[in-house]
């Protein structure tokens, strides 16, 4: 029993370095914080007293990018101070300004103005008279808005779809940046959503601001989005007969434009409104309405080079490969250079690394054959020793020639069974391109998968207009290789383009895989 104690320990020591370091909910939020980004709508309302007197005016919310170059969903209501396209947008505008200064005034801030002004406090009666008599001359800047990325970066945006908030319209709304292989966040399905479905919101509440005048925080965190969790509690229809989802999920003034998302990390929501007074009554719009805005904004959805490079990262630090999640953090922040999250992990693997034995480093370096031998070995030893303190094997008789004893002693397994053999290299199959630019060539599946797609990110590159820039994904998962859909815009399809699309399938020896329903790019898997 000490052998067999110390067999596995050894044991314990060559998967040490496999125990997952992070939980399935942090690895997830991890991989979706970076398509999350801050909005900010700012003016100026000046007026004349003895001199001008300026405030500035700022609203912030949250949208999310669902195109690598630059689109953005988010609510109406967010960027509502920007939308001046037309007479009655400004008009708007205009009311909204004027009482912002009529606010201004209510709370004290006008008055201080003008004991700054006069450089000695007013009297009752004098403040009276500001509040009461003053007529100022009011005037307002053009209202700028900006897009901020997890890493701080701002881009001026562009509304492409606008529709007015919840009440009156459905409260969407499209920007555009002008930005290249940003990351994104994947669309879900909001018609699949059910009561008590588990959600995620991610987004910048202003209580959790510098921007929202909280004093605790720090400049940079302005720019490090929350999350926060809670359930679908009903599905409902506004006052003009658009679906909301009804939650408890903790939301306020700033996540409104944020992505909700179900379990398995995709959107089906966006956060829109949450009851000033009473907790847990907060609304969603379903993410299906807003692909109505997404449609006329003429740019379908879809995945960057950034997040698999990014969720690779996360991957390989989670199982414990920090010397090798090192260079792919590094990837990752010259894509998006400064970000908190890539930054503080890339540390932590550096660590991870530096804090191992020279034999969990040697194990982690080697190539996967002298791994998987050195487990073998020790297996089999540990067969052996365990076999060998049996007391009751078997005989077996076995013929000899004249001359030799007459029989010979075999012990084998009590259960019949034989001692292990040595185990075979792993091996995850191949595709072949049997239709397509590619055709006839066949690419080996690897541990990490096969990406498939016209980006040059991409293990296999296409140029066929009818794939994705990331199409989809062959990749080992458990105890099968699936083929994953990587939100394409003309779908995956296995077998038949008469067969429903695939977002994640396991795949079997022969299965053809046909990228868009024109099936002019397939390729087919085969175990060996």
């Not at 020591?13 to 700012?42: H, M």
């Not at 040697?362 to 020790?378: D, P």
């Not at 067969?499 to 085969?526: A, E, M, Q």
Request: with cysteine; hydrophobic share 40%; charged share 20%.
């Amino acid at each position: 029993m000490k052998i067999v104690a110390m067999l596995a320990a050894v044991l314990g020591i060559c998967f040490a370095s496999s125990a997952q370091q992070l939980t399935p909910d942090q690895k997830r939020t991890l991989e979706l914080k970076p398509g999350v980004v801050l909005v900010v709508v700012e003016y100026t309302v000046t007026w004349k007293l003895l001199q001008p007197v300026q405030i500035s005016y700022r609203e912030t919310g949250t949208g999310f990018i669902y195109r690598p170059d630059g689109y953005i969903i988010t609510n109406g209501h967010v960027v509502a101070d920007a939308h001046l396209k037309d007479p009655d947008a400004r008009a708007a505008f205009d009311a909204r300004a004027r009482k912002e200064f009529q606010d201004a005034l209510d709370d004290g801030t006008i008055i201080a103005k003008v004991e700054e002004q006069y450089g000695k406090r007013l009297t009752e009666k004098q403040k009276e008279v500001v509040r009461e008599k003053l007529k100022p001359d009011i005037s307002f800047t053009t209202p700028t808005l900006d897009v901020y990325l997890a890493n701080g970066k701002s881009y001026t945006a562009k509304i492409l779809q606008w529709d007015n908030p919840i009440g009156q319209g459905k409260d969407v709304s499209i920007l555009k940046i002008a930005g290249n292989d940003l990351p994104t966040v994947p669309l879900g399905d909001s018609d699949k959503v059910n009561i008590q479905d588990p959600v995620m919101v991610i987004g910048f509440p202003g209580v959790a601001s510098k921007w929202g005048r909280n004093s605790l925080i720090s400049n940079e965190s302005n720019f490090d989005a929350s999350a926060t969790n809670g359930h679908i509690s009903a599905i409902k229809k506004s006052n003009i007969d658009t679906p909301l989802f009804q939650s408890d999920a903790s939301i306020t003034h700033g996540n409104s434009g944020g992505p909700v998302f179900n379990q398995e990390g995709k959107v089906i929501g966006i956060a829109t409104a949450g009851a000033d007074t009473t907790q847990g009554f907060n609304w969603f719009v379903p993410i299906n309405t807003a692909m109505e805005f997404v449609r006329e904004a003429g740019a379908t959805a879809e995945t960057g080079p950034f997040n698999p490079i990014w969720a690779h990262a996360l991957d390989l630090y989670d199982t414990g490969k920090c010397k090798a999640a090192i260079p792919e953090f590094d990837t990752a922040l010259e894509m998006m250079p400064g970000l908190p999250d890539a930054a503080q992990f890339r540390n932590m693997a550096a660590k991870c690394w530096e804090s191992k034995n020279g034999f969990q480093q040697f194990m982690e370096t080697s190539a996967w054959a002298v791994y998987a031998a050195v487990v073998v070995v020790i297996l089999a030893l540990l067969a052996v020793i365990l076999v060998s303190r049996k007391s009751s094997g078997a005989s077996v008789a076995v013929a000899v020639p004249a001359g030799a004893s007459a029989h010979v002693r075999v012990d084998v397994a009590p259960s019949g069974g034989v001692l292990p053999a040595q185990a075979q290299g792993q091996s995850f199959g191949n595709i072949q391109a049997t239709a397509g630019e590619l055709s006839g060539k066949t690419f080996k599946v690897t541990k990490e998968g096969l990406l498939i797609g016209r980006s040059p990110k991409c293990q296999v590159v296409l140029t066929d207009d009818t794939v994705s820039s990331e199409h989809a994904w062959i990749v080992p998962t458990g105890n099968e290789v699936v083929v994953i859909d990587k939100g394409s815009s003309n779908g995956t399809y296995v077998n038949s383009v008469d067969s429903p699309k695939v977002s994640k399938i396991g795949l079997r020896n022969g299965d053809r895989i046909f990228l868009g329903k024109k099936g002019t790019v397939v390729f087919t898997y085969f175990t060996s």
